[in-house]
């Protein structure tokens, strides 16, 4: 049974991959001018002197987005749960025995740290000491829809010079989302379960959302759970799945109460890649088409039709340039602040929970 904890702690970690709260409205020639001062989760004011060309990424999302927006070259530090992305195993390993290895981020002299909410919620002293040592450190907010990992994607293309990128990517998976929704008009939806070593996504998470745009009900947000949340037998049986949601590092449920379900008995568990499914960035989008794939064949198809057409569109229509322009200090700073910090339900238990087991084990895989 701890052992069984202690893994469990481990993939809740890997959920909570931190996410920005969206950039204040500002033009994006400005956006993308160097010095850039921007508020991160934490209300501090992080001043980017210049275009950054050394950036280490601590959890997995951040660096799978810089991946995406095409900037890997621009990272020099990862953590070791990051290594399932091409490449990586070239980069640093910038984690520790117990956390983030505070001494190897600042021996790679990064122009930019980028942090998730759980590594600063667990490990304050270390994201302070990065400061102290004079890195610009940006903290994330902790995501609870695509939106906001939209909204991450297109803020970190901005915060490391790539702002063309960026929004490219976002307004790629922007349309996606959108797609997905209009395939889906007319479908109806059956009740769907996320299952993890015995904890679910409720409402608030960005896994339920990845579930909704896939097109399912989720089970677990109707029976009013929020968050990151165990979940008992009872509830199992009563809620009587159509479709379980698995990542694919997870066992497949098998209790009595799972084998009792609809789901199990038609063979309706769905195995999606886990670094699609648990970490809030740009491939998170391609978790919500394989659920598509799986309950809703036709309008998967549907999908495609439409995914290809705006391809088509996208490519006849011209494109925006947008470049990046380092300005020096004594003329002009380009300041983008964050508009609120936003709240993350359901957080708070969970940090709780992982404080009682060890709370460093969430820097650890966040």
Same mark, same amino acid.
């Given at each position: 049974?701890?052992?069984?904890?202690?893994?469990?702690?481990?993939?809740?970690?890997?959920?909570?991959?931190?996410?920005?709260?969206?950039?204040?409205?500002?033009?994006?020639?400005?956006?993308?001018?160097?010095?850039?001062?921007?508020?991160?989760?934490?209300?501090?004011?992080?001043?980017?002197? !210049? #275009?950054? /060309? $050394?950036? @280490?990424?601590? *959890?997995?999302?951040?660096?799978? %987005?810089?991946?995406?927006?095409?900037?890997?070259?621009?990272?020099?530090?990862?953590?070791?749960?990051?290594?399932?992305?091409?490449?990586?195993?070239?980069?640093?390993?910038?984690?520790?025995?117990?956390?983030?290895?505070?001494?190897?981020?600042?021996?790679?002299?990064?122009?930019?740290?980028?942090?998730?909410?759980?590594?600063?919620?667990?490990?304050?002293?270390?994201?302070?000491?990065?400061?102290?040592?004079?890195?610009?450190?940006?903290?994330?907010?902790?995501?609870?829809?695509?939106?906001?990992?939209?909204?991450?994607?297109?803020?970190?293309?901005?915060?490391?010079?790539?702002?063309?990128?960026?929004?490219?990517?976002?307004?790629?998976?922007?349309?996606?989302?959108?797609?997905?929704?209009?395939?889906? !008009? #007319?479908? /109806? $939806?059956? @009740?769907?379960? *996320?299952?993890?070593?015995?904890? %679910?996504?409720?409402?608030?998470?960005?896994?339920?959302?990845?579930?909704?745009?896939?097109?399912?009900?989720?089970?677990?947000?109707?029976?009013?759970?929020?968050?990151?949340?165990?979940?008992?037998?009872?509830?199992?049986?009563?809620?009587?799945?159509?479709?379980?949601?698995?990542?694919?590092?997870?066992?497949?449920?098998?209790?009595?109460?799972?084998?009792?379900?609809?789901?199990?008995?038609?063979?309706?568990?769905?195995?999606?890649?886990?670094?699609?499914?648990?970490?809030?960035?740009?491939?998170?989008?391609?978790?919500?088409?394989?659920?598509?794939?799986?309950?809703?064949?036709?309008?998967?198809?549907?999908?495609?039709?439409?995914?290809?057409?705006?391809?088509?569109?996208?490519?006849?229509?011209?494109?925006?340039?947008? /470049?990046?322009?380092?300005?020096?200090?004594?003329?002009?700073?380009? %300041?983008?602040?964050?508009?609120?910090?936003?709240?993350?339900?359901?957080?708070?238990?969970?940090?709780?929970?992982?404080?009682?087991?060890?709370?460093?084990?969430?820097?650890?895989?966040?």
């Amino acid at each position: 049974m701890i052992q069984r904890i202690f893994v469990a702690l481990l993939v809740l970690a890997t959920v909570f991959a931190g996410v920005p709260a969206p950039v204040a409205a500002a033009d994006h020639a400005e956006q993308c001018t160097f010095p850039m001062t921007v508020t991160d989760a934490t209300g501090t004011e992080v001043t980017i002197s !210049e #275009d950054p /060309e $050394r950036v @280490v990424t601590t *959890n997995p999302s951040a660096a799978q %987005t810089m991946w995406e927006i095409g900037a890997k070259e621009e990272v020099v530090g990862v953590s070791q749960y990051a290594m399932y992305l091409d490449g990586a195993s070239e980069k640093a390993n910038v984690s520790g025995s117990g956390g983030l290895n505070v001494e190897a981020v600042i021996g790679l002299e990064p122009d930019l740290v980028l942090v998730p909410n759980s590594s600063y919620t667990a490990e304050p002293d270390r994201v302070r000491q990065l400061r102290d040592a004079g890195l610009s450190v940006v903290v994330f907010e902790t995501g609870t829809s695509l939106d906001d990992v939209v909204n991450k994607t297109e803020r970190i293309g901005t915060m490391t010079g790539n702002c063309e990128a960026g929004e490219t990517r976002a307004d790629e998976m922007r349309t996606s989302i959108e797609n997905m929704e209009r395939a889906l !008009e #007319d479908a /109806e $939806r059956p @009740v769907g379960l *996320n299952s993890f070593f015995g904890y %679910t996504s409720g409402a608030n998470t960005f896994i339920s959302d990845v579930m909704v745009t896939g097109g399912l009900r989720n089970g677990a947000a109707e029976a009013n759970l929020t968050g990151f949340a165990q979940i008992n037998d009872e509830l199992v049986v009563e809620m009587n799945p159509e479709y379980i949601v698995i990542p694919s590092h997870a066992p497949h449920p098998s209790s009595p109460a799972y084998n009792s379900t609809t789901a199990v008995k038609d063979g309706n568990v769905i195995v999606v890649e886990a670094n699609k499914l648990q970490q809030p960035a740009p491939r998170a989008i391609e978790a919500s088409e394989a659920i598509m794939k799986a309950v809703h064949p036709d309008a998967y198809e549907r999908y495609l039709e439409l995914e290809n057409e705006s391809a088509a569109t996208a490519t006849e229509e011209p494109q925006p340039t947008t /470049e990046t322009t380092a300005t020096d200090a004594s003329e002009t700073t380009a %300041t983008t602040e964050q508009t609120t910090e936003s709240s993350a339900p359901g957080f708070g238990a969970v940090v709780s929970l992982v404080a009682l087991a060890g709370a460093a084990l969430l820097a650890r895989r966040a």
